[in-house]
């Protein structure tokens, strides 16, 4: 009997399913490119560099936010298993420190991995965290050298570093390059005799793992799954087991590279679903799929509700396009199930969202989404974590917005850290220390990667990172220093509410919640740089730093003495009303604290560079890994 | 760099006006301004539309200049033939309109005479600059007609005067002041500039004090402005001197206020005294109160029944449009209602007489009471009907006119 490749007919045995795991810019998604060449898959006219990668603000930032599963057949060219006909699946995983649940959903569709690290620069902290997530996923790992074409390649000294870490033979580190494709079709031949056959009981109930979903505006949702057991038919209606939800299945393929309609899809193989469902939140990541006729008893593990751990207000600069706002929100959440918000009223920035981010990557890339897709304008308030506050009377209260914290009452603060591991060159340690310490982090552990890295494991309070921690550690380690860190439960702390006030009133989207030390010091630059962002009114203006009652910086903006042009005659007639005229389109944009008008720029301004005390960063960028 | 025009709309080639324009010319007065857009040497800190001998050639030169204006002056008698009417103020400005030969200027006089005639009472200014004019020029533009002089005094205090790039000396403007009586001007004022840098609150009260010792009936007391594109901008900005302050200003102001009012001056507008209410310049009012004029000369503006158009600017191309026959007009525009009452608030609260109270938008009542009840609008004149800027309120002049404007 011939072989069949065919979905829903493929033997399990011939099929292998790995995912690649590397940093952003070490070639993951060149060699992807290559692999997709190489196996025949994409006609030599189509391709395109970076094939995958979807959106436009991927490719442009070079992040792969969401990840997609190519099947690739291959034929081993070489060894033993010559002339072998295999099935691969080739899941991407997104490469961001924000998205370590939907990484831990693409490890766990795979039997292995690829550990892809350049051989200019070795591993980065965020590659090794996702490499021990694959270890402890109990996937088999083949580690390559990407970039051997490249001069500066050192694939020696970072073979040596692999072999380290995943405790095999620096021999055992494959050498190719993405970018002249040698050494893929080797790679190509090792993922099928090195990697396991799925397993899975072709006569049980179906359970399927979705590791992505994504919404589509012609299509609706497609989900991607992984079938660990059963088959799935394309005439089946399928029940997502988190909530008991039954869709009727309109269309189910697989990806090679462009979607395939199949009549079913069976043991070990990859490939979506289409239902017409409008939401992501009706299909999510980690859900398990069963059949509504013949339902599995027992969904598959590891699900978990995306929670948000960052949150901001989003506001639109003109207010009039609140309803905008929110259109664009409604349109993005149909594409991201992690993303939250409700609508919040700030008195200085008027009517906007409350939103809720996995991190301030995800914040990043939403607030670009809506500003680039609905030709929005935005301010974004000072991003803050999730504190639980009890009070005296032994209730407790989640706060995720400082206007929210209550006043006086409070018994204890909890705030969250997260474990964070930080790879250096030695050079750097001791700077690297001083900025953890100085962030109120606690040493782990340190150890050498090779004579010259090093990985340092700090505990830090989440808030202490999401300012400008990550710029500062790029800053102080020109740029070698890589970062990761996951969420690790919360710790008591001193925190307390720091209040700014505008001639007496106080301005919510300044108010922050911070440490106590620290507290002199925000409040102190916050009115510093306010005097100078808001022009001078008719009246003298006090800018105040508060706790409660307690006022700890005083400002003073004078008031205005002189706003007369000296000079009115005949010619400058025409000029002086056009002026006036802009002058007063510029008052409507203005807001109202009180009598107090504070242009909108003042507040971006302030809101924008509002980092840690005393610290100039461009804010709000810590988790980029990717330059 | 002279500054630049505003954007409007095309002029029709014949330099005529809508017919509407026309309906009611002088009925707020009629003036006609000359522009004489030469100057000895540029000052670092102007940005008038004028230019030194070395920077003009062609038709733009100074001495085919006041035949070019009579070109000009024949289009205007064309287009206002139907209406024309006697002028009742003619101000020659610049640039130095002394760097002409007063012969110049008086045929430029006499050819405004003919085409509209001069009103008996009419008010015919000249600026100038004191070391430009001599007893002699002075007798001869008397004769010619003029009867009011400007004299740019700007300060008697001599590094005050070189920032400036003023090439008189410290008493200069104050003998020329006095020439100019003698020959027998009945108006001269002396323009001030306060606020330069470097100039100490001493400086300023000097130079008050010399222009009031001159006998002069009219003073203007202009702060010093930075505007882009000048020689003063670029040594601010490279931070060889430092920009003049606002609140300096206002102090400078304030003493102006005070100096001339005990010396019998009066405000009448935010930057001009007057000994008497006759000692006014007419010219001047007639832009507040939103009268006609026409502007004769590269870069003037001229107003009719709500029309206001502006020549193109270099010299050259002046002389070359109106050589070719056509209007030197770059652009126009028809002002809208809602411009006109836009201009008559902006305008009209610069004067001490101020605004009817009726002449505003509810919004802009509820505005006028709150600022008369922050000091900026006088109560007394808010009780008779009127907004009149008190003596703060003058200094934020702007704000005033911003919130009484819907």
């Known amino acids: ?627 | 760099m002279p500054s630049t025009l505003p954007d409007g709309d095309p002029v029709p080639v014949d330099g005529s006006l809508p017919s509407g324009a026309l309906a009611s010319v002088g009925a707020r007065g009629f003036g006609i301004y000359v522009h004489v857009p030469f100057c000895a040497s540029r000052c670092g800190y102007c940005d008038f539309n004028t230019y030194t001998a070395s920077e003009l050639g062609g038709g733009g030169a100074q001495d085919s200049y006041a035949d070019t204006v009579l070109a000009e002056v024949a289009l205007a008698a064309r287009v206002l033939d139907a209406v024309a009417r006697p002028v009742d103020t003619v101000f020659f400005g610049g640039g130095t309109p002394t760097l002409l030969p007063p012969d110049d200027l008086g045929r430029i006089l006499e050819a405004v005479n003919k085409a509209f005639g001069l009103a008996p009472d009419v008010e015919v200014t000249t600026e100038a600059n004191p070391e430009s004019v001599t007893p002699a020029s002075l007798r001869r533009l008397r004769s010619a007609g003029f009867n009011r002089i400007s004299l740019g005094m700007q300060s008697v205090a001599p590094h005050v005067l070189a920032l400036l790039d003023r090439r008189h000396t410290p008493g200069r403007a104050a003998a020329a002041a006095i020439e100019a009586r003698a020959a027998g001007f009945d108006h001269v004022n002396l323009d001030l500039i306060y606020g330069t840098p470097g100039e100490s609150g001493q400086d300023f009260a000097d130079s008050l004090g010399a222009a009031v010792a001159a006998g002069v009936d009219h003073v203007s007391a202009y702060s010093l402005i930075v505007e882009d594109g000048t020689r003063f901008a670029a040594r601010v900005r490279r931070g060889e001197i430092p920009a003049p302050d606002d609140d300096v200003a206002a102090d400078r102001y304030l003493a102006a206020d005070e100096a001339l009012s005990a010396a019998g001056f009066a405000w009448y507008e935010v930057s001009n005294w007057a000994r008497s209410p006759t000692a006014a310049c007419r010219h001047n009012l007639l832009y507040w109160r939103g009268g006609d004029w026409w502007g004769f000369g590269p870069g003037a503006h001229s107003h009719i029944g709500g029309v206001r158009w502006w020549n193109v600017k270099h010299p050259s191309a002046y002389a070359g449009r109106l050589a070719a026959g056509g209007t030197p007009a770059h652009a126009r525009e028809v002002l809208a209602e809602a411009d006109r009452r836009v201009e008559d608030v902006m305008l009209r609260l610069r004067l001490a007489e101020g605004l009817a109270l009726e002449s505003l938008a509810p919004s802009g009542l509820v505005a006028a009471a709150d600022a008369v009840g922050s000091g900026l609008l006088s109560v007394a004149e808010y009780e008779r009907g009127r907004a009149v800027l008190t003596l703060r309120g003058r200094l934020l002049a702007d704000a005033v006119v911003r919130a009484l404007l819907p």
């Open chain 1, 1 to 627: 009997m011939p072989t069949t490749l065919e979905p829903g007919a493929t033997d399990p045995g011939r099929i292998r399913n790995f995912c690649i795991i590397a940093h952003i810019d070490h070639g993951k998604s060149t060699l992807a490119d290559r692999m997709l060449q190489i196996t025949g898959v994409v006609d030599p006219r189509q391709m395109r560099a970076q094939y995958l990668d979807r959106m436009d603000i991927e490719r442009e930032r070079g992040i792969t936010i969401k990840s997609q599963a190519v099947r690739l057949p291959w034929r081993v060219r070489e060894g033993d298993q010559a002339g072998y006909d295999a099935v691969l699946n080739m899941i991407d995983t997104p490469g961001h420190v924000d998205f370590t649940y939907e990484v831990s959903r693409s490890l766990a569709a795979c039997e292995g991995a690829v550990l892809l690290v350049d051989a200019a620069q070795g591993i980065e902290a965020q590659t090794l965290a996702n490499l021990y997530l694959a270890m402890e996923n109990d996937l088999t790992v083949i580690p390559i050298l990407n970039k051997i074409d490249l001069p500066a390649a050192q694939p020696e000294k970072y073979a040596e570093e692999l072999a380290h870490l995943i405790g095999c033979q620096p021999e055992d580190c494959l050498r190719v390059s993405g970018k002249t494709g040698e050494g893929v079709s080797h790679l190509l031949d090792e993922i099928v005799r090195q990697l396991p056959a799925p397993i899975g009981e072709a006569d049980q109930p179906v359970r399927a793992m979705i590791f992505d979903s994504i919404y589509d505006v012609y299509r609706g949702v497609i989900t991607y799954v992984r079938v660990i057991d059963g088959r799935i038919e394309a005439r089946d209606r399928i029940k997502m087991m988190s909530t008991g939800a039954v869709h009727e299945l309109l269309e189910l393929g697989v990806i090679s590279p462009e979607p395939k309609k199949a009549g079913a899809i069976g043991v070990g193989e990859v490939g979506y679903l289409m239902t017409g469902v409008k939401d992501v939140r009706q299909s999510r990541v980690g859900d398990t799929v069963t059949i509504n006729s013949k339902p599995a008893k027992t969904a598959l593990g590891g699900y978990k509700d995306p929670k948000p751990m960052v949150y901001s207000g989003l506001y639109p600069i003109d207010g009039s396009d609140y309803p905008n706002l929110r259109d664009a929100l409604d349109k993005l959440k149909l594409n991201d199930a992690a993303l939250h918000y409700e609508p919040e009223t700030s008195a200085a920035l008027g009517f906007g969202f409350r939103c809720g981010f996995l991190g301030l990557l995800h914040l990043e890339i939403i607030r670009e989404r809506l500003e680039r897709e609905s030709g929005l304008e935005l301010i974004s308030t000072a991003p803050n974590v999730v504190y639980r506050v009890v009070l005296d009377d032994g209730s407790e209260i989640t706060v995720t917005n400082p206007s929210e914290y209550p006043t006086g009452k409070v018994a204890h603060v909890f705030e969250p850290v997260v474990r964070a591991t930080v790879l250096t060159p030695n050079d750097y340690v001791g700077s690297v220390m001083e900025l953890c310490q100085g962030r109120r982090g606690t040493l782990r552990g340190m150890d050498y990667l090779s004579a010259d890295r090093v990985e340092l494991r700090y505990t830090l309070p989440m808030a202490e990172i999401i300012y400008d921690f990550f710029d500062q550690l790029k800053s102080r380690t020109k740029g070698y220093a890589s970062l990761d860190y996951e969420p690790s439960g919360e710790q008591q702390a001193e925190l307390v509410k720091v209040d700014i006030l505008l001639h007496g009133e106080a301005v919510d989207a300044f108010s922050a919640i911070v440490h106590k030390d620290k507290a002199y010091n925000y409040g102190v630059s916050i009115a510093a740089k306010l005097r100078t962002l808001i022009p001078r009114q008719q009246f003298e203006v006090p800018i105040q730093a508060a706790i409660g009652s307690r006022i700890i910086a005083r400002e003073t903006i004078r008031a205005i003495r002189k706003d007369v042009l000296a000079k009115c005659y005949g010619g400058d007639i025409t000029r002086k009303r056009k002026l006036l005229e802009k002058q007063k389109e510029g008052k409507k944009r203005m807001k109202m604290v009180g009598r107090v008008e504070v242009p909108q720029e003042a507040f971006i301004a302030a809101l924008s560079t509002s980092d840690s005390p005393g610290e100039k960063g461009s804010g709000g960028r810590p988790s980029r890994q990717d330059k």
